[in-house]
Structures are given as C-alpha cells and as structure tokens.
C-alpha cells in the first residue's frame, strides 16, 4: 500500500518509521527546504520512550539526551511549591522526564527512513480524494497519489483547513521564548527540569547533554503583540530580574538570533481524526499547549498505533476508524488538562497567585504522581 505523509516533523518522521516497518511505501513530503528543527530542547515522558521503542530508535535517541529525577517548581523566591520525583513512575513505565536537543531527535528519526523516502521542498497545497485514492498538488505544480495520506503538517495544517475549514487554533493567552545556552557559569541542579511561577510569568530550565542548557519563558499577552517579538534576550531576563538570579542570567546569555518566539495556542478537541482515506495526526490533529509537554510525546504515539491498526486490520478503513477510536478521546483530555494547567501557572492576581501556590504545597506527592499515570499507561 502507498501511503503520503505531508510534514516531516516529529509526527510525520515517527510516522514514516511505523508505516514503513509495517511494509508499506511511505513517503513524507515536507515543505521546508531542510530539515530543521527549532532550537529548542524537547522533553519526552515514559509514554513516548515507549513509543520509540516500539519503533526501534529509543536506544539510540535515549543516548542523546539526559533524564532527570525530579519536576520541581519554584515560586519567585526560588521556595518550592511542587517536587514530583520522577524516578518511581520510570522504574514503573521506564524512561521518564527526558530532555533531549530537537535537532539530535530529528537526526535519530531521520537514519531511520528508508532511503530516499523524504521529499523536502514540498509544501501540499491541496488534496482531492477520488474513491480509495488521494491526489496531492504541491505549491511547485507537481502531483501525487497514494491509497493513504496522513496530515502530520502541525498546528496550522492546511489538510486540515481544507477538511474542517472551521477549527482553526486557539490563542492561550500567552507567549513564549524558547533558547538553548551554554551555562554562563550559573549554579543549577542538573538533575531535574524546573519551572520558576512568579506574577510576572514563568520559566522553566532543564538541563542538556554538555553543558547546555534549554529554557523557556511564557508572559500573559495580547495574540501577536509585536512589543513581544521585539523582546530581545537582555529585555527578557531584565522581566525577570526579580526571580533567583540564574533564571535571569540564563535568559540574558542566549544569543538575540538563537531566541525563539511564538503565541501558544491549541485546538480544541476534535471528534474526528480521519476523513474516508485522509488521516490527521501529531498536531494537525490534536495540538495541546506545552504545559505537560506532551505534544510530541502525543504524537509519537499516534504513529505507533497508526502502524499497529494497519498492520492488524485487513481492510484500510477498518484500521482508520480503530486508530481514530484509540487516539481522540486520549489526546482530548491531554488537550483540556494542559490548557487548564497553563492558566492556572499564568495567574496573575496576587490573590490567585498565593491560593494557588498554598494548595500545591499541600498537594500530596503521591497525588501528584497518581495523576500522572494515565499517561503513561498506553494502549499500543
Ligand atoms: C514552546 C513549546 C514547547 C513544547 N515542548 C514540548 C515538550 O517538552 N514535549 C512534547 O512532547 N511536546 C512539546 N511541544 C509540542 C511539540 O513541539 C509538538 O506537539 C510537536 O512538534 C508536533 O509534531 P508534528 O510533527 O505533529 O508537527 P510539527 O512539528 O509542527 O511538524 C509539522 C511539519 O509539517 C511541515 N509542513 C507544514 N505545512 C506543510 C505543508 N503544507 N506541506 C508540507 N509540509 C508542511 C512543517 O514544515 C513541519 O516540518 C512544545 C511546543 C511548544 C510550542
């Protein structure tokens, strides 16, 4: 069976790799003239290093990055409102709270292609589907046909907006920066992924192979403020001058050209991810804010179930409708737990804020830990 999937990100790739060692001719087509991933870390739990297990790379992708033993956040004065050890739920669900460099997991991803199955330069203009067939059109003119296509071309999927011209993606009410640095000489705990909430916005810090390090930083802002995209590196970290005095010296370290910004935003949960012989997956289907950061891990799974439910179903859109049956009511609650996550770290309101922060330290590790585990208990 021939199938196309249109963008070669971490959906897509996991994808190609799933369908192709299920025995079919997959072939990703991605618009970008390189593939270049942000720069920018990635953090990936148990359930994704499952995922890449079953697609034969977690080895080789665990080896690039680093796993940390501890999510702990900081309220603005560098107290401890939350500190989940890790380490239980990965001896329970295996390699947990990793963080590894995009760039280094597209690399992975990338060997793992059959030859000359990735077509870069490639941006899908529209699609057309003809009885068990679907024609692409490409912006340059050209045209292909498969029996299968998978729309793994992100948050703004132009596969999508043809199928549901209505569902366009949703601002969170934040904005972010995102940059990787060589540690300036800050002292940080190497071991754990840390987030700092202060009314001002929140940073979070985890630790890289070498001695980098990736951060992130959200501020509460109107959709596209272009005050916000001017924000150079130096103008961030003086944001956050008030926090302990790594985060700020971490902000102002990373290099103005290297600094990546973008609104957050998700999608509101769809109730269908296929559509007769088009499948949606990764974030054209289902893009959630970063707040639990799991977006990728999300779409990881995806393209291991995808694989599965073709391998096992006779028919093709038997194994669609398992694949769309196993992957949307999931992926929904990720969806509406990491957007309610996101806007109760964004609190402002020094009411809300000290609320907030009191019931977290109340929380009880093992809740905090129980929570989670829904996640990593997969179904592939
Ligand atoms: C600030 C931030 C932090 C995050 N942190 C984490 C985290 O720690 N852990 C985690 O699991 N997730 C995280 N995520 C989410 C994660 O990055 C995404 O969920 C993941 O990258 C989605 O992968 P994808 O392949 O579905 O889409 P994308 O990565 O968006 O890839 C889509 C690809 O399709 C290509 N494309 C687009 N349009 C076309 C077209 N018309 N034709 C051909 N190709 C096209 C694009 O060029 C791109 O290469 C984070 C996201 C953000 C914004």
């Known amino acids: 069976m021939k199938v196309i999937i249109i ?34 870390g990635v953090g990936l739990a148990a359930n994704a290093i499952q995922g890449l297990s079953r697609l034969g790379v977690a080895d080789e992708v665990v080896a690039r990055g680093k796993q940390l033993i501890a999510l702990t956040i900081f309220d603005e004065k560098g107290k401890v409102i939350s500190d989940m050890d890790t380490r ?57 046909t498969a029996n299968l296509l998978v729309a793994a071309d992100g948050i703004n999927s132009v596969i999508r907006r043809q199928l549901l011209p209505q569902r366009l993606p949703r601002y969170a009410g934040y904005t972010c920066w995102r940059g990787i640095v060589e540690n300036p000489g800050v002292q940080i705990n190497d071991t ?55 985060v700020p010296a971490i902000l102002a370290a990373t290099s103005p050209e290297k600094l990546i910004w973008g609104d957050i935003g998700d999608l509101k949960p769809l109730q269908q991810f296929v559509f007769g012989r ?20 999300q779409a990881i799974e995806d393209a291991v179930v995808l694989g599965q439910c ?3 179903a006779q028919d093709v859109s038997v194994a669609l409708t398992d694949y769309q049956k196993r992957r949307v009511a999931r992926t929904a609650k990720v969806i509406r737990l990491s957007r309610l996550l996101g806007e109760v770290s964004q609190w402002e309101s020094p009411w809300l ?28």
């Open 7 to 40: 963008g070669g990100g971490i959906g897509g790739l996991c994808a190609a790799i799933a369908l192709q060692q299920a025995g079919m001719e997959a072939t990703v087509y991605e618009a970008a003239p390189e593939l270049k991933p942000v720069g920018a």
């Open 88 to 144: 239980p739920l990965s001896r329970k669900y295996g390699i947990n709270n990793f963080v590894i460099h995009r760039a280094d997991l597209h690399e992975v991803l990338q060997q793992h292609l059959q030859p000359s199955t990735l077509f870069l330069n490639k941006r899908c203009q529209h699609i057309e589907q003809q009885g068990e067939q679907v024609h692409v059109t490409f912006t340059d003119g050209t045209q292909a």
């Open 192 to 246: 754990i992924s840390a987030e700092t909430w202060a009314p001002q916005g929140r940073v979070g810090i985890a630790p890289l192979q070498g001695n980098t390090i990736y951060w992130y930083a959200c501020i509460n802002a109107p959709a596209q403020d272009p005050r916000m995209g001017q924000l150079t590196p130096v103008q961030l970290a003086e944001h956050f001058k008030d926090l302990p005095p790594a």
């Open 278 to 297: 088009v499948a949606l997956l990764g974030d054209a289907a289902h893009a959630t804010t970063p707040n639990m950061g799991q977006g990728a891990c």
């Open 310 to 312: 073709l391998q096992q």
């Open 353 to 380: 804020y000290r609320s907030r922060n009191a019931l977290f330290r109340l929380a009880p590790r093992f809740m905090t830990q129980r929570q989670m585990e829904w996640l990593y208990q997969v179904d592939f």
